[in-house]
Each structure stands twice: as C-alpha cells, then as structure tokens.
C-alpha cells in the first residue's frame, strides 16, 4: 500500500513514519513517497527517516520527488500537509496582524484568514489532480485551517477527504486520564469546528463523568485547559473547550501576550527549523538526534503565550508526545482493512448540526470503516456555541468565495465578519498589508 505525503519535506514527517514503522500488521503502508517544492528539506527529512529506520526491518520504502504528478500516481492514501508560503508566511500573518491589534494566530482570527486565502487555491489544485491521477485515494488533510482546507477539497473529492487534528484527541486524553479513565474505552462527546469545539461529556460504561470534573476545582486544576480556562469559567460553560477557544474567551489577553512577546510563535518555528534544516546540511551530522532535540524544544512551547497569559504554567510531559500521526494512522487502517473504529474527524455535516448545511465541514466522532467516516448524530450545541460556529463557518464561506472568485472585496467581508476582527477599517488594511508581504495573495484583485 502506497502512502504519498505532501508536504514531505515537513518537519513533522518523521513522526508519521515514526507510527507506520511500529505498525505490521498485514496490509500496511509499504511504500512512502515525500513530494516537496524544497528538494534540500526533502533530503534532510529522508535522512531522518532512514535513521529511524535502520533497526526496523522489512520498513517502509521512501521515495523522494519534487514532482506533484509523479507523487500521487498510484497513491492508495494522499497524506496532505503543506504549508503555503512557508513559516516566513506564518511570520508575516501575525505580524501584520498584531500591527492592526488583532490576533494573528495561524488558524484563529486575522492570520487563519490569510493563511486560508494562500492556501484554498493551491488545495484545491491538489484536489483536482488527485481527482484525475489517482481517483481511488483517500485524502487524510492536515494542512491548516483543516476544517477549511478540507471543505475546499471536499468540494471536488466529495468524502474522499478527511479532515485530522490531534487537539480534540489530546483534550480527551488528558480528561480521561484526570478522571482515572482509559482513553481507549471512553466516548468523548465533542462537537465544533476545527480548533472550535467543546467536549460536553465523556461516557465510561455509559455513565457521563464530566459532571465530576466540573465539580471538583482540585481536578479541574490538575490539566493544561483546567488551568488555562479556570475553573470558575469551565463550570460557567458546562464544558471542556478546545485550547484554541482561549483566543476567543480570553481575546485581549492573548493579543496582549502576542504582541508583548520577544517574538511570534511563527518567528520563532521558522528560526528554529532553519537552524535544522541548516545543520543537516552537513553530510555526517546525526538527522535523528538533531530532529529529536529541535522537536521537544518545539512541543515545549507549545501555545507559551497563552499559557503565561493565563498563569497555567509548563505543558505536562504526557501532553509533549503529538498525536496526530496516530489519527492519521488509524484512519488509514480502518479504511484499508475495515478495522472499525471511532475517531474524532473532519467531516460535512450530513445533518449532524442542525445550524449548518449538510456540505459545511465540521469536527465530532465518526465511526470509520471501509467505506470512510460517517458522522455520528449528536445533540444541539447551546445557543452561545452555536452563534460563535455559525460566525466562523460563514467566515469560512466568505474565504472560500474569495479564493474562488479572486475578489478582493469578498476578501474584505471575511475579515470585517470575523468575531476577532473588529472593524470594516481594520478589515481593508489587513487584506492591502497581506496582499503586500505574501506574492501568493496577488490573484485578489
């Protein structure tokens, strides 16, 4: 079976391979095909990965190439993460932001906008080509915004492409673990957006112990959200929002953080991935240890400014282990071999939330098998969450029409709707800065 990835000269590569290696079971991935525009990061990665592949044996072949075409033909899985403009684009994106006051987050406010408007039409591109190169792939998307990206791609590749994060996983991972439970055997109720959503319960043997969590201050203190959101704000909401709704709930606070920050989390991702990609370089440098110590400096300070924002101090050492490689691992295995599970994906609506169409791409559980993921029925989200999911996705519409249209003006309306953004002026010198310092931003005309 043929995994191709895209974006394959990306530094979170190796942990994809990392889960492909530790898995034999009959009908595994046993080929890897990189596709990156940088055939130096592709050289570095590949060095990586054959690293960690020298005690395995019978791993997976890796094949390198700059060519899109040659990567997808006979592909089984398009694994895509791509980063549209690079991380000197996601520099930018908060930069120019934080200029105008507003957060500039990769996938949250006035930076997730731009960064969707580099990358929809080069998506959609992707989309078409495996449409007609490979017309029996699966298309797992971790390119951000995902639930945008895969929305885009949906439209041409209809279910073929699922949408994956690790941040629902992770959050239901560490409630499970605060309240005793085994991750494994828990159901996590959890509804949303990408990077907008609330868990609102998690069933062991059928009994719901979130009420529980939420009763108890010393237990809701005890994990990353707990402390990032305060108890007293949890027990307002009835619920365990994702990390990235503290942009929204604690909005001024986190432009604060930004923009007191020596740099943006952008400035310093691509400080330290060019001090990587640099060193391996050199022919004889260690590629393993080198990308095992740039990856734990980079988990470490993980949402920093957030987190010291909130006083919620350093991230747990059982939060530094990823997570979205095994997402996209299960994934594959259960539609290559019908090995049913429940994973919580991205995914159109098909009904599921009665506030949005059924093609608008949301994030809940989904029981996978062979035919893909079907979206399982879930209650209403309350009236608050409701407005702010239907805010965004309508954001998100407005993006995708801009990127279809190349209007400039469409552009415009989606940053002034945004629920972070909050002027028409802003709004207009947000889409002439962004259209100014990114070349792939010229089709708004």
């Not at 994809?16 to 080929?31: K, P, S």
């Not at 591109?125 to 895969?150: H, K, M």
């Not at 969450?385 to 954001?395: F, H, I, P, Y």
Request: aromatic share 6%; charged share 25%; proline share 4%.
């Amino acid at each position: 079976m043929r995994l191709t990835i895209l974006g394959g000269g990306g530094f979170r590569v190796p942990l994809v391979y990392g889960a492909l290696l530790a898995d034999r079971a009959e009908g595994r991935v046993t080929e890897v095909v990189l596709h990156d525009l940088d055939a130096g990061r592709l050289s570095a990665i590949t060095r990586v990965l054959a690293e960690q592949a020298a005690a395995v044996p019978d791993a997976p072949r890796v094949r390198a190439t700059t060519d899109l075409d040659e990567a997808l033909r006979g592909a089984d899985f398009v694994f895509s993460a791509i980063r549209v403009g690079g991380l000197r684009g996601r520099a930018n994106d908060e930069r120019v932001a934080l200029a105008q006051g507003v957060l500039g987050q990769e996938t949250v406010g006035a930076g997730g906008i731009a960064y969707g408007l580099r990358t929809v039409p080069v998506a959609v591109d992707i989309a078409r080509r495996v449409g007609r190169l490979a017309p029996d792939a699966w298309v797992i998307n971790f390119t951000n915004p995902a639930g945008l990206v895969t929305e885009a791609m949906s439209r041409h590749l209809g279910d073929r492409v699922i949408g994956i994060c690790d941040s629902p996983v992770g959050l239901g991972r560490r409630i499970a673990r605060v309240l005793g439970a085994d991750p494994r055997e828990a159901w996590i109720d959890y509804v949303g957006l990408n990077h907008l959503g609330w868990v609102r319960g998690l069933r062991v043997a059928g009994r719901d112990e979130l009420p529980r969590l939420l009763a108890d201050p010393g237990l809701l203190g005890s994990f990353e959200e707990g402390r990032l959101f305060g108890a007293e704000w949890l027990r307002s909401l009835g619920a365990i929002p994702n990390e990235y709704l503290h942009y929204y709930y604690f909005g001024r606070e986190a432009v604060h953080a930004y923009q007191r920050a020596e740099r943006t989390r952008g400035a310093f991702l691509h400080e330290q991935q060019a001090r990587f990609y640099e060193e391996l370089r050199a022919p004889d440098a260690p590629a393993l240890d080198a990308w095992n110590r740039t990856r734990a400096e980079r988990e470490a300070t993980y949402m920093a400014e957030n987190r010291e924002a909130a006083g919620a101090g350093e991230r747990e050492a059982d939060d530094l282990s990823g997570g979205y490689e095994k997402v996209a691992l299960a994934l594959m295995r259960a539609v290559a071999r019908d090995e049913r599970t429940t994973l919580i994906l991205n995914v159109r609506n098909r009904g599921t939330l009665a506030a949005l169409d059924s093609e608008a791409v949301i994030e809940v559980p989904c029981l996978v098998d062979a035919n893909g993921a079907h979206p399982v029925a879930a209650e209403p989200l309350p009236g608050h969450a409701t407005g702010l999911v239907c805010a965004v996705k309508a954001v998100e519409r407005e993006v995708l029409a801009a990127a279809d249209s190349g209007s400039r003006a469409t552009a415009v309306k989606a940053f002034a709707l945004h629920p972070l953004v909050d002027s028409v002026t802003v709004a207009r010198t947000l889409v002439e800065e962004y259209v100014r310092v990114h070349p792939g931003l010229a089709y708004l005309a």
